[in-house]
Protein backbone atom coordinates (compact mmCIF):
# COMPACT_ATOMS: atom_id res chain seq x y z
CA UNK A 1 0.00 0.00 0.00
CA UNK A 2 1.49 3.47 -0.49
CA UNK A 3 1.63 5.89 2.01
CA UNK A 4 0.36 9.52 1.81
CA UNK A 5 2.11 10.54 5.13
CA UNK A 6 4.45 8.04 5.69
CA UNK A 7 7.71 6.88 3.97
CA UNK A 8 8.54 3.10 4.96
CA UNK A 9 11.91 1.92 4.10
CA UNK A 10 13.23 -1.76 4.61
CA UNK A 11 16.92 -2.45 5.06
CA UNK A 12 17.61 -5.93 5.53
CA UNK A 13 15.79 -6.78 8.90
CA UNK A 14 15.41 -3.44 9.61
CA UNK A 15 12.41 -0.83 9.22
CA UNK A 16 12.60 2.62 9.36
CA UNK A 17 9.25 4.57 9.54
CA UNK A 18 9.40 7.92 8.80
CA UNK A 19 6.40 10.48 9.37
CA UNK A 20 6.37 12.84 6.54
CA UNK A 21 4.42 15.84 6.66
CA UNK A 22 7.32 18.40 7.41
CA UNK A 23 5.37 21.36 6.70
CA UNK A 24 3.06 20.42 9.31
CA UNK A 25 5.96 19.52 11.47
CA UNK A 26 4.70 15.81 11.14
CA UNK A 27 1.64 16.86 13.41
CA UNK A 28 -0.64 13.71 13.65
CA UNK A 29 -3.39 13.82 11.30
CA UNK A 30 -6.03 11.23 11.32
CA UNK A 31 -4.89 10.12 7.66
CA UNK A 32 -1.54 10.01 9.70
CA UNK A 33 -2.82 7.91 12.92
CA UNK A 34 -4.61 5.50 10.25
CA UNK A 35 -1.47 5.26 8.34
CA UNK A 36 0.84 4.63 11.28
CA UNK A 37 -1.64 1.63 11.99
CA UNK A 38 -1.48 0.28 9.14
CA UNK A 39 2.41 0.58 8.38
CA UNK A 40 2.67 -0.87 12.59
CA UNK A 41 0.61 -3.90 11.68
CA UNK A 42 2.44 -4.98 8.57
CA UNK A 43 5.73 -4.69 10.06
CA UNK A 44 4.19 -6.60 13.23
CA UNK A 45 3.31 -9.86 10.99
CA UNK A 46 6.45 -9.32 8.47
CA UNK A 47 8.53 -12.09 9.69
CA UNK A 48 11.75 -10.40 8.14
CA UNK A 49 11.45 -7.43 10.07
CA UNK A 50 13.58 -7.70 13.66
CA UNK A 51 13.36 -4.12 14.89
CA UNK A 52 11.56 -0.69 13.85
CA UNK A 53 13.28 2.83 14.06
CA UNK A 54 10.37 5.82 14.54
CA UNK A 55 11.63 8.93 13.16
CA UNK A 56 10.16 12.26 11.72
CA UNK A 57 10.62 14.05 8.10
CA UNK A 58 12.73 16.96 8.07
CA UNK A 59 15.69 18.69 10.31
CA UNK A 60 13.29 20.24 12.58
CA UNK A 61 10.51 18.08 13.96
CA UNK A 62 9.81 14.36 15.44
CA UNK A 63 5.95 15.07 15.74
CA UNK A 64 4.70 18.46 16.88
CA UNK A 65 2.33 17.12 18.22
CA UNK A 66 -1.71 16.09 17.24
CA UNK A 67 -2.83 18.23 14.05
CA UNK A 68 -5.07 20.93 16.44
CA UNK A 69 -6.34 22.46 13.10
CA UNK A 70 -8.65 19.11 12.79
CA UNK A 71 -9.49 19.83 16.75
CA UNK A 72 -11.89 22.90 16.11
CA UNK A 73 -15.62 21.20 16.18
CA UNK A 74 -14.93 18.46 18.44
CA UNK A 75 -17.19 17.78 20.96
CA UNK A 76 -16.60 16.15 24.49
CA UNK A 77 -17.85 12.60 22.51
CA UNK A 78 -15.24 13.25 19.74
CA UNK A 79 -12.46 13.86 22.49
CA UNK A 80 -13.05 10.65 24.26
CA UNK A 81 -13.57 8.62 21.07
CA UNK A 82 -9.88 10.38 19.84
CA UNK A 83 -7.89 9.41 22.80
CA UNK A 84 -9.94 5.76 23.61
CA UNK A 85 -9.22 4.67 19.41
CA UNK A 86 -5.61 6.49 19.02
CA UNK A 87 -4.59 4.81 22.98
CA UNK A 88 -5.84 1.62 21.79
CA UNK A 89 -5.18 1.19 17.96
CA UNK A 90 -1.70 2.67 17.95
CA UNK A 91 -0.12 3.70 21.35
CA UNK A 92 -0.75 0.89 23.08
CA UNK A 93 0.14 -1.29 19.85
CA UNK A 94 3.09 0.01 19.40
CA UNK A 95 3.77 -0.63 23.08
CA UNK A 96 3.57 -4.22 22.81
CA UNK A 97 4.66 -4.72 19.96
CA UNK A 98 6.74 -8.23 19.97
CA UNK A 99 10.19 -6.62 18.40
CA UNK A 100 12.08 -3.81 19.52
CA UNK A 101 10.53 0.09 18.15
CA UNK A 102 13.33 2.72 18.90
CA UNK A 103 12.28 6.68 18.53
CA UNK A 104 14.28 8.23 16.69
CA UNK A 105 13.51 12.02 18.16
CA UNK A 106 14.96 14.14 15.17
CA UNK A 107 13.90 17.66 16.57
CA UNK A 108 10.20 18.85 18.11
CA UNK A 109 8.93 16.03 20.15
CA UNK A 110 5.52 18.00 21.60
CA UNK A 111 1.95 16.41 22.92
CA UNK A 112 1.09 13.75 20.65
CA UNK A 113 4.85 13.40 19.22
CA UNK A 114 6.52 12.95 22.45
CA UNK A 115 3.11 10.35 23.74
CA UNK A 116 4.28 8.71 20.52
CA UNK A 117 8.01 8.29 21.47
CA UNK A 118 7.27 7.37 24.65
CA UNK A 119 4.98 4.54 23.34
CA UNK A 120 7.83 3.33 21.58
CA UNK A 121 10.48 0.84 23.55
CA UNK A 122 13.16 3.57 23.90
CA UNK A 123 14.12 6.80 22.69
CA UNK A 124 17.55 8.08 21.41
CA UNK A 125 17.93 12.19 20.42
CA UNK A 126 19.51 14.45 18.59
CA UNK A 127 20.94 17.34 20.11
CA UNK A 128 18.88 19.78 19.14
CA UNK A 129 15.51 17.40 20.11
CA UNK A 130 12.81 19.42 22.36
CA UNK A 131 10.06 17.63 24.09
CA UNK A 132 7.39 18.54 26.12
CA UNK A 133 3.23 18.09 26.80
CA UNK A 134 2.17 21.47 26.24
CA UNK A 135 -1.62 20.49 26.03
CA UNK A 136 -2.62 22.00 29.16
CA UNK A 137 -2.03 25.61 27.42
CA UNK A 138 -4.40 24.74 25.00
CA UNK A 139 -6.97 23.87 27.11
CA UNK A 140 -6.88 20.04 27.00
CA UNK A 141 -4.46 17.48 28.64
CA UNK A 142 -2.31 14.77 26.81
CA UNK A 143 -4.77 11.77 25.56
CA UNK A 144 -2.34 9.03 23.67
CA UNK A 145 -1.12 7.90 27.09
CA UNK A 146 1.54 11.04 28.27
CA UNK A 147 -0.35 11.54 31.77
CA UNK A 148 0.80 7.55 32.64
CA UNK A 149 4.11 7.14 30.37
CA UNK A 150 5.83 10.30 31.47
CA UNK A 151 5.81 9.71 35.05
CA UNK A 152 6.55 6.29 34.58
CA UNK A 153 9.65 7.05 32.71
CA UNK A 154 10.87 10.38 34.35
CA UNK A 155 9.02 10.04 38.21
CA UNK A 156 6.14 11.88 39.00
CA UNK A 157 7.24 15.07 40.14
CA UNK A 158 9.38 15.67 36.97
CA UNK A 159 5.98 14.73 34.77
CA UNK A 160 3.80 16.85 36.80
CA UNK A 161 5.79 20.01 36.51
CA UNK A 162 6.47 18.96 32.41
CA UNK A 163 2.60 18.85 31.93
CA UNK A 164 1.64 21.80 34.62
CA UNK A 165 4.46 24.14 33.01
CA UNK A 166 3.48 23.33 29.38
CA UNK A 167 7.03 23.56 28.62
CA UNK A 168 9.78 22.08 26.15
CA UNK A 169 12.67 20.47 27.71
CA UNK A 170 16.29 19.77 25.78
CA UNK A 171 17.95 16.84 24.67
CA UNK A 172 20.17 16.69 27.92
CA UNK A 173 18.00 17.89 29.69
CA UNK A 174 15.46 14.58 29.09
CA UNK A 175 18.67 12.36 29.19
CA UNK A 176 19.67 13.58 32.49
CA UNK A 177 15.65 12.67 33.12
CA UNK A 178 15.98 9.40 31.60
CA UNK A 179 13.44 10.06 28.90
CA UNK A 180 15.80 9.21 26.38
CA UNK A 181 19.08 6.73 26.50
CA UNK A 182 21.71 8.44 24.01
CA UNK A 183 21.46 12.05 22.49
CA UNK A 184 24.03 12.09 19.55
CA UNK A 185 24.44 14.81 16.52
CA UNK A 186 21.39 14.36 13.89
CA UNK A 187 24.06 12.81 10.86
CA UNK A 188 24.96 10.02 13.68
CA UNK A 189 20.63 9.88 15.01
CA UNK A 190 19.73 7.22 12.41
CA UNK A 191 23.38 5.07 12.39
CA UNK A 192 23.21 5.12 15.99
CA UNK A 193 20.10 3.42 15.87
CA UNK A 194 21.20 0.56 13.51
CA UNK A 195 24.32 0.62 15.76
CA UNK A 196 21.61 0.02 18.68
CA UNK A 197 19.95 -3.00 16.46
CA UNK A 198 22.80 -4.21 15.19
CA UNK A 199 23.45 -5.51 19.02
CA UNK A 200 20.11 -6.37 19.26
CA UNK A 201 19.92 -8.62 16.76
CA UNK A 202 22.69 -10.65 17.96
CA UNK A 203 20.07 -11.97 20.77
CA UNK A 204 17.24 -14.56 20.27
CA UNK A 205 13.69 -12.25 19.05
CA UNK A 206 11.98 -14.80 20.47
CA UNK A 207 13.39 -14.08 24.24
CA UNK A 208 13.07 -10.56 23.37
CA UNK A 209 9.60 -10.66 22.32
CA UNK A 210 9.13 -11.99 25.64
CA UNK A 211 11.20 -9.91 27.54
CA UNK A 212 9.01 -6.57 25.96
CA UNK A 213 5.54 -8.74 27.29
CA UNK A 214 7.07 -9.24 31.21
CA UNK A 215 8.42 -5.60 31.13
CA UNK A 216 5.22 -4.04 29.63
CA UNK A 217 3.30 -6.39 32.29
CA UNK A 218 4.79 -4.84 35.15
CA UNK A 219 2.91 -1.55 34.10
CA UNK A 220 -0.36 -2.92 33.91
CA UNK A 221 -1.53 -1.31 36.88
CA UNK A 222 -2.19 2.01 35.17
CA UNK A 223 -4.98 0.54 32.99
CA UNK A 224 -7.66 2.67 35.39
CA UNK A 225 -5.85 5.55 34.85
CA UNK A 226 -5.49 5.48 30.86
CA UNK A 227 -9.29 5.28 31.14
CA UNK A 228 -9.66 8.25 33.52
CA UNK A 229 -7.09 9.86 30.77
CA UNK A 230 -10.02 9.30 28.13
CA UNK A 231 -12.70 10.80 30.13
CA UNK A 232 -10.75 13.53 31.52
CA UNK A 233 -9.40 14.09 27.84
CA UNK A 234 -12.95 14.09 25.97
CA UNK A 235 -14.30 16.17 28.51
CA UNK A 236 -11.66 19.01 27.86
CA UNK A 237 -13.79 19.66 24.41
CA UNK A 238 -16.78 20.97 26.08
CA UNK A 239 -14.65 23.63 27.97
CA UNK A 240 -14.63 27.48 26.73
CA UNK A 241 -10.79 26.97 27.75
CA UNK A 242 -10.20 24.69 24.94
CA UNK A 243 -11.58 27.04 22.22
CA UNK A 244 -9.78 29.81 23.14
CA UNK A 245 -6.77 27.42 23.28
CA UNK A 246 -6.59 25.76 19.98
CA UNK A 247 -8.27 28.97 18.33
CA UNK A 248 -5.40 31.14 19.70
CA UNK A 249 -2.87 28.78 18.09
CA UNK A 250 -4.23 28.80 14.65
CA UNK A 251 -4.85 32.45 14.56
CA UNK A 252 -0.94 32.65 15.91
CA UNK A 253 -1.82 35.02 19.24
CA UNK A 254 -1.36 34.07 22.89
CA UNK A 255 -4.26 32.18 24.33
CA UNK A 256 -6.51 34.51 27.30
CA UNK A 257 -8.23 31.36 28.85
CA UNK A 258 -11.63 32.42 30.35
CA UNK A 259 -11.31 30.15 32.82
CA UNK A 260 -8.26 31.23 34.62
N1 LIG B 1 -0.99 20.94 14.68
C1 LIG B 1 -1.22 21.55 13.52
N2 LIG B 1 -0.30 22.29 12.87
C2 LIG B 1 0.90 22.42 13.45
C3 LIG B 1 1.21 21.82 14.69
C4 LIG B 1 0.20 21.05 15.31
N3 LIG B 1 0.41 20.41 16.46
N4 LIG B 1 2.48 22.14 15.02
C5 LIG B 1 2.94 22.90 14.02
N5 LIG B 1 2.00 23.07 13.08
C6 LIG B 1 2.10 23.82 11.83
C7 LIG B 1 2.02 25.33 12.08
O1 LIG B 1 0.67 25.74 12.19
C8 LIG B 1 2.69 25.84 10.82
O2 LIG B 1 1.78 25.72 9.72
P1 LIG B 1 1.64 26.93 8.66
O3 LIG B 1 3.04 27.09 8.09
O4 LIG B 1 0.66 26.40 7.67
O5 LIG B 1 1.20 28.13 9.43
C9 LIG B 1 3.80 24.81 10.55
O6 LIG B 1 3.39 23.63 11.25
C10 LIG B 1 5.15 25.24 11.08
O7 LIG B 1 5.01 25.54 12.47
P2 LIG B 1 5.41 26.98 13.11
O8 LIG B 1 4.58 27.15 14.34
O9 LIG B 1 5.38 28.05 12.08
O10 LIG B 1 6.94 26.66 13.50
P3 LIG B 1 7.77 27.38 14.65
O11 LIG B 1 9.19 26.95 14.43
O12 LIG B 1 7.49 28.83 14.72
O13 LIG B 1 7.24 26.72 16.02
C11 LIG B 1 6.50 24.92 17.44
C12 LIG B 1 7.42 25.36 16.27
C13 LIG B 1 6.66 23.41 17.57
C14 LIG B 1 7.00 25.61 18.72
C15 LIG B 1 5.04 25.31 17.15
O14 LIG B 1 4.70 24.86 15.86
C16 LIG B 1 4.04 24.76 18.12
O15 LIG B 1 3.92 25.26 19.24
N6 LIG B 1 3.27 23.72 17.69
C17 LIG B 1 2.20 23.15 18.47
C18 LIG B 1 2.73 22.28 19.56
C19 LIG B 1 1.59 21.74 20.39
O16 LIG B 1 0.93 22.45 21.10
N7 LIG B 1 1.39 20.42 20.29
C20 LIG B 1 0.41 19.72 21.07
C21 LIG B 1 -0.84 19.52 20.30
S1 LIG B 1 -2.08 18.70 21.26
Not at 22 to 44: H, Y
Amino acid sequence: MAYKTIQLQKETSTALVTIDRPNKLNALNKETIEELEDVFKGLQKDKKIKAIILTGSGEKAFVAGADISEFSDYSVKDGKKLAAKGQKKLFDFIENLSKPVIAAINGFALGGGLELAMACHFRVASDNAKMGLPEVSLGLIPGYGGTQRLPQLVGKGRAMEMIMTAGMITAEQAYAYGLVNHVTTQEELIPLCHKIISKISNNSSVAISYAIKAVNAGFKNTVNGYEQEIEAFGACFGTEDFTEGTTAFLEKRKASFPGS
